[in-house]
């Protein structure tokens, strides 16, 4: 029976000893080994190879002499090996391709190129640097080019530029690799720097000369060679997905690209790494591709819970056990994969990230709600109802943020909110809405929001019913969820009076996610604050002050505004006539229609009649804030969350 793979014990010198260099397939992974603060991968490498290096010097070191001969010799008779770890290669016509195992052979590669300059830098007692280091890492063919070990266009251009100790610019820098090549060649260098150095300041030439024959003779690599080509593909999804370097969407990468022929694949390389390229620029990493392929995946496959969470760890599986997948990524159909890259891969994942950026810079307010409130099921459930190129993209974008947006802060604001059972619906919406018109989406939705309401004992037919005061009159504060309704508001109301508000200046995450201790957070203010004249108004039928009146009436919606910075703490517990100037100077349009400070040309050039159920309050005699203005505010505070989300 034929071998599938052969394997050999092969040392450095033999591994960067041949006479061609080594190729990256296109489906290969970034080079991502970094020192990060949970592993310091490229310095372990290097403890790991100095332990057995001076083990080998303190307990296996026979020569006294620097003749080279000699110390060559002990080395090769006397030292213990250490074995590096493994790696795979695969032949096609006439070129040798790194299957698994790039990361460490890249690593060593800078390792040789710092070692071969400090050997050119100091005295070496003789030794042939050129031959010795050059020689492994570059071949340099007939017209004077060399072309370094490890072969790739995307970090040649580095690598030539650490080889010639060229200043490397920022500019120059445009992903991961390049960037890791640059960090980790650092490293990789003040390490040897102070490895080298003898404590009176000199280069210490026997320990280098040791070290270098150590390193391309004693340390080991375990060389796998994949006889097949047809075979590479496979064994690379098999080798990696066992690994922990790996990430999800570099494996599926692999899987998808490597059943391309070599034409397609360099096209579709070239696809997926623009790709690539656009989300790095954005954070300088990769964790939202992954994002986005398990938000894609989910919202055109996953029709119940447990195929959504089978996306969300290693979601590459699915290619081979989810049957509408397999349909359309089928693999033994190459047409299939391209096609996918090249249009559906395309089309979503720049959706994608515009659907993001929009929350994000807040160029739509119900997008930027939802960003506010953490509804991210926002993105899955625009995905799903997106078909290819469709004609209705952005009024389907809006639509669902509209309704997520909808859904979400009626559930919160009458009290029903369970965050597992609304999940539970979006996975239904999601279904439901796969690839539908606008007019079905929205018909989902509604039913689908109404039968969630009934079940929690709202007893509505259609979802207009359910703006009915009874519902929201108990409305309260909730947390960071009220900075954003009382946010929300205030939004609404610069945009009907045409006036400045800190919820249009500011983004509505912003003032949402602040907190209290910033001069510049965003903060819940209690118009009824803990003072004796004040909760002297809160009485039982007996007359007495009851404790539960007053902190029920004074945390409902209608008692509560936004204020910025220190101001309530600066405030603290003063009576309204004395807060007065502070709500008028506030920043909040809702803060200003209770004391009476909205200028009369904007109410005005308003036509909605909403204006006329703006009502301001003078203090009393005793410089109170008569309690009625809670419910006569909770009311209004209803009829506006009525015109935003009765839409």
Not at 61 to 73: E, F, G, Q, V
Not at 88 to 109: A, H, K, P, S, W
Not at 354 to 382: C, F, H, P, W
Not at 624 to 644: C, P, S, V, Y
Request: net charge negative; with cysteine.
């Amino acid at each position: 029976m034929a071998k599938l793979i052969e394997v050999e014990e092969r040392d450095i010198d033999f591994i960067f000893g041949k006479n061609k260099p080594y190729r990256l397939d296109v489906y290969q992974r970034d080079y991502r080994w970094s020192d990060d603060k949970d592993y310091k991968i490229v310095s372990q490498l290097l403890w790991d190879i100095e332990l057995r290096f001076e083990n080998n010097l303190k307990v296996n070191k026979r020569s006294s002499t620097m003749d080279l001969a000699a110390i060559l010799n002990d080395v090769r008779t006397n030292f213990k090996a250490y074995f590096l770890n493994t790696i795979m290669l695969n032949e096609q016509d006439g070129d040798i391709f790194i299957v698994d195992g790039q990361q460490r052979l890249t690593t060593i590669l800078l390792i040789l190129i710092k070692l071969l300059h400090l050997g050119k830098a100091n005295d070496t007692n003789g030794m042939n640097i050129d031959k010795l280091l050059g020689e492994k890492i570059y071949e340099e063919d007939k017209a004077g080019k060399k072309h370094f070990k490890i072969s790739n266009k995307d970090r040649n251009k580095i690598i030539q530029k650490i080889f010639e100790s060229t200043p490397i610019q920022d500019d120059d820098i445009k992903n991961i690799t390049q960037f890791n090549l640059v960090a980790n060649y650092d490293i990789i260098s003040k390490y040897f720097d102070k490895y080298f150095s003898k404590k009176d300041g000199g280069f210490d030439i026997i320990k280098y000369n040791y070290y270098m024959y150590n390193l391309t003779e004693k340390v080991l690599i375990i060389e796998q060679v994949i006889k097949h080509k047809e075979d590479v593909a496979m064994i690379f999804e098999t080798a990696n997905d066992r690994g922990k370097e790996l990430e999800p969407h570099e494996v599926l990468k692999g899987m998808l690209l490597g059943v391309l022929d070599t034409s397609a694949k360099e096209e579709c390389n070239a696809i997926w790494n623009d790709a690539l390229s656009t989300f790095f620029n954005l954070d300088e990493n990769y964790k939202s591709v992954d994002e986005f392929f398990r938000t894609y995946f989910r919202a055109k496959y996953a029709d119940k819970k447990s195929q959504y969470d089978s996306f969300a760890g290693k979601y590459h599986k699915n290619l081979l056990s989810n049957d509408k997948i397999i349909n359309d990524l089928d693999r033994t159909t190459p047409s299939k994969i391209e096609n996918f890259i090249k249009n559906e891969f395309v089309y979503f994942y720049k959706t994608f990230l515009e659907i993001i950026k929009t929350a994000k810079d807040e160029s739509n307010i119900y997008l930027a709600s939802n960003y506010a409130n953490e509804r991210g099921q926002q993105v899955l459930l625009m995905l799903s109802a997106l078909n290819y190129n469709d004609d209705e993209k952005e009024q389907k974008i809006e639509l669902i943020a509209k309704k997520v947006d909808q859904f979400y802060t009626i559930a919160r604001l009458i009290g029903v909110y369970d965050s597992n059972e609304q999940q539970k619906e979006y996975h239904n919406i999601n279904r439901e809405i796969r690839g539908k018109s606008m007019v079905e989406i929205e018909t989902i939705f509604n039913q689908i929001i109404v039968r969630h309401l009934n079940e929690r004992d709202i007893p509505i037919k259609s979802l207009e019913e359910v703006f009915q005061y009874k519902y929201f009159s108990s409305a309260g504060n909730d947390g960071r969820f009220t900075k954003y309704v009382l946010a929300r508001i205030d939004y609404f109301l610069a945009e009907l009076l045409n006036e400045q508000s800190f919820a249009k200046q500011e983004k509505l995450f912003v003032i949402t996610h602040s907190g209290s201790k910033p001069v510049n957070g965003f903060h819940t203010e209690h118009m009824f604050s803990y003072n004796e004249i004040i909760m002297a108004q809160f009485t039982n039928d007996e007359g007495e002050y009851d404790e539960k009146l007053f902190l029920d009436q004074r945390n409902r919606l209608g008692g509560l505004l936004l204020l910025k910075g220190n101001e309530n703490i600066r405030t603290s517990n003063w009576v309204y006539k004395k807060k007065k100037n502070s709500y008028q100077n506030s920043g909040f349009i809702w803060n200003r229609i209770l004391t009476n400070s909205i200028n009369p040309a904007s109410i005005n050039s308003c036509n909605h009649p909403i204006k006329n159920k703006f009502k301001s309050y003078e203090p009393d005699d005793q410089g109170l804030l008569d309690m009625t203005a809670i419910d006569e505010r909770q009311e209004l505070i209803f009829e506006i969350i009525k015109e935003i989300y009765n839409d």
